[in-house]
């Protein structure tokens, strides 16, 4: 009896683990999808032309999974979209009129596990989050100078000291006037030669001070941050919306000259985009901006109709103002800091992707960058750049030496950066 109710109890589990099994291993087979993966795939194949949460050249991606009716014709959208309207679907073919009859770039090689990654991360992405505040990106700066409150001070307790000295003049003068002896008048502070001396010596130390001062500092601009004729904000462009450098200042690593990119380079993204919808924006003076109201202004400057889609009148430039300015006797040369001295942007215009109206971050002085010159590291290793200094190659490899930095390939002689 016992034997065959533990046999029938035998039977019955295995039946239940049969039937979980074919429950769960068919679950567990389909792969989650990933978002991370899904927004490098989307900044790869997607992002030139769609944008999650508005529109752009096509439609923005924002819920597009419930605008279709069926998963695998989305999924064959993506791949091939002729073929879905060759099918006659309703749909396919309406979007297809409304955005003037452009066909969608086709995407064979993304797999169903790529386009489910892509969809994840539209059904997760939030749009960029920025801090509101009024306070604009280091316009003068939120540190505080102190020299001339202690100035002031100074000069008040010198001038406190005057007076107790007079004091005490005129106190000894009355103490030997009641005692019978005979003390001269006590001649004022403004007749006292070596009052007047002292006087003439403090004012020629600190005029000198702030003369040599103000030559040294001639010309300099450090945070100097002019207004622009077009709002244009590096953190929206540069930052949030991560646009390369070289994109629009082409000229960086080919020539001395960064590049203050053409109206084209704008217009490039910019005959799409026309309403500006990211974080507020406000000046260093906290007045908000019209983001929508300043991509107007390009399309003044450059001659473009938005409702027409073309150019309607000719164009004229904007005139930028130049905020990083050297002297006419000094020689810089962007291509050879960022190829060969492999520089960072940052290096000398500071959090550039985070500001959004631009200022001079460093004072660009000779000693700034003499200083930089002494204590960066060139990446000297399989640099064809350095290949001719073979003294500091043997030097490094008999490890005389672990590292080579800008002044010990000439990078302070007067010659490399004057005239």
């Not at 944008?51 to 279709?68: D, H, I, S």
């Not at 009859?101 to 969809?119: G, V, Y």
Request: aromatic fraction near 10%.
């Amino acid at each position: 009896m016992y034997r065959r109710v533990s046999i029938l109890l035998r039977k019955h589990f295995v039946s239940v683990l049969i039937l979980c099994a074919s429950i769960v291993i068919p679950f567990s087979s389909v792969k989650a999808a990933d978002p991370n993966a899904g927004k490098a795939l989307f900044q790869q194949n997607c992002a030139s032309c769609h944008n999650v949460f508005k529109r752009v050249t096509g439609p923005a991606l924002q819920g597009v999974e419930g605008r279709w009716a069926d998963k695998k014709l989305l999924h064959q959208w993506i791949r091939n979209s002729a073929s879905v309207l060759a099918s006659g679907d309703k749909y396919a073919n309406q979007l297809f009129v409304e955005y003037n009859k452009t066909a969608m770039t086709a995407f064979p090689t993304l797999t169903d596990a790529d386009i489910e990654n892509i969809l994840a991360y539209i059904n997760t992405a939030k749009p960029p989050v920025v801090e509101k505040t009024p306070n604009g990106e280091g316009g003068g700066g939120t540190g505080s100078d102190n020299s001339l409150l202690f100035g002031i001070i100074t000069l008040i307790l010198a001038v406190v000291a005057l007076i107790l000295m007079q004091i005490n003049s005129n106190l000894n003068k009355l103490a030997g006037d009641k005692q019978g002896v005979a003390t001269p008048e006590p001649v004022p502070f403004y007749k006292n030669k070596a009052y007047i001396a002292l006087g003439i010596l403090v004012l020629f130390m600190v005029g000198g001070y702030f003369t040599i001062n103000g030559a040294v500092n001639l010309g300099r601009q450090k945070d100097y941050m002019p207004e622009q004729p077009i709002f244009y904000s590096h953190k929206v462009h540069a930052g949030i919306n991560q646009i390369n450098c070289l994109y629009c200042h082409a000229g960086a690593e080919k020539s001395k000259h960064a590049m203050i990119p053409s109206e084209n380079i704008c217009m490039n993204c910019h005959k799409a985009i026309k309403e500006y919808g990211g974080p507020d924006l406000f000046t260093a003076e906290g007045k908000k901006v019209d983001g929508t109201a300043e991509i107007h202004k390009l399309y003044d400057y450059v001659g473009w109709d938005p409702e027409a889609g073309k150019y309607t009148k000719p164009g004229r430039p904007i005139e930028w103002t130049k905020i990083h300015n050297l002297p006419d006797h000094v020689y810089f040369n962007h291509s050879q800091h960022i190829v060969a001295g492999k520089q960072q942007c940052q290096t000398c215009h500071g959090a550039i992707t985070e500001m959004d109206e631009v200022h001079q971050f460093a004072d660009l002085s000779m000693g700034w960058c003499i200083n930089c010159h002494r204590t960066t590291k060139v990446q000297f290793a399989e640099n064809n750049y350095y290949s001719i200094f073979e003294k500091l190659h043997q030097d490094i490899k008999d490890k005389k030496i672990d590292s080579v930095t800008v002044e010990m390939v000439g990078g302070t002689e007067c010659q490399k950066c004057h005239y």
